[in-house]
């Protein structure tokens, strides 16, 4: 109010000596804007970042669906040839997903990204480099409840992971039923995302040739129902599919941590047995993800601006000797990080492991 007054006041100042003829010009006036009272730039920069933080939110909750029903919308009304054309236009596109998906280098460095990195803020470590000649396979825990430190680092530039890792393209892997719902998949092909699905992983690490990197969120959706603050919870039971996709194409495998990840939200748990429980594990059957029951700060959906530090570890080269599944020469196995995960990051944790 005390902005808005003062510079209400300065420009009337100045119009009304127009007025009068006293030959005082509203730009020499305006010169006095800048004493005014403005808000303070670190709140504006936080009120960015709480901004995109939520567009990323409400877009994956909600554009999806939101758009489907626009677009049905518009199929009765006048709009009806723009509905039709798009609709052909998405049958034409319907295995772009499959194959490589559409990145934007554009989108991909966005300065909204920036703010939703600062928000956090998020950090990606490196421990090794990783050679263009050959593919990856991500292997990215934990899921937490959006995966924002997957997203961030990964999705997007804004950690830079293109100049800590020259000449390898990164692809987040997330549930093939994002890529069937319009404007969505389009937003979500523009960051390099692509659905986990057997199609999309054989032609990235088959038919792309060298240098990608597929991140595979190995807990899923089983995992987010463990999340809690302060809680690392990994679920690894009969989660060995990234394994065997990294021997069929001959890739290396690439351990991914995400500290801080279940920091950003609180959970409603409910206890094994309950209906509410068994509710919950019907609908992750039914619809692939699980619905959880989470709050955050401001309106409840916008996360806590916990600190997310994410750790890319040494690439291993799985084989296999015909009895067991083998990554470089020594047997399959989960192997506790120490608690020093790179120089002059030290992270405390407990771990637990879940079945799904």
Known sequence: MR???SSMKTILAAYSGVLRGTGSSIFSSLQDLPSAVWPCRSKVEKHLQVISV????????????????LLVYMFCTDCWLIAAVYTAWLIMDWNTPRQGGRRSSWVRNWT?????????????IKTHDLL????????????????????CNFGTEATSFSKKFPGIKPSLATLAGNFRLPVLRDYLMSGGICPVNKNSMDYLLSCNGTGNAVVIVVGGAAESLH????MNSVTLQNR???????????????????????????QVFFEEGTCWKSLQK???????????????????????SNPITTVVCRSTV???????????????????????????????????????
Request: charged content about 15%; overall charge positive.
């Open 318 to 356: 799985p084989v296999c000797d015909g009895s067991s599944w083998r990554t470089g020469g020594k047997a399959v196995r989960m192997v506790m990080p120490p608690n020093v995960v790179a120089p002059g990051v030290v992270v405390p944790f407990d771990f637990n492991y879940h079945r799904p």
């Open 54 to 69: 939520l567009q990323w939110v409400l877009s994956f909750l909600a554009m999806g669906i939101a758009c489907t029903l």
């Open 132 to 151: 263009p000649s050959r593919n990856y396979v991500f292997g990215y825990h934990p899921h937490g409840i959006f995966c924002f430190g997957a997203f």
């Open 227 to 230: 999340c809690a603050p302060g």
């Open 112 to 124: 909204m990204w920036t703010y939703f990195r600062d928000y956090f803020p998020i950090r990606l």
């Open 240 to 266: 060995k599919g990234f394994v065997k996709l990294a021997l069929q194409k001959g890739s290396d495998l690439v351990p991914v941590y995400s500290f801080g990840e279940n920091d950003a939200y609180k």
């Open 3 to 5: 902005l808005q007054a």
């Open 282 to 304: 019907k609908l992750q059957k039914i619809l692939g993800f699980a619905p959880c029951l989470f709050y955050g700060s401001s309106w409840g959906i916008v996360p806590f």
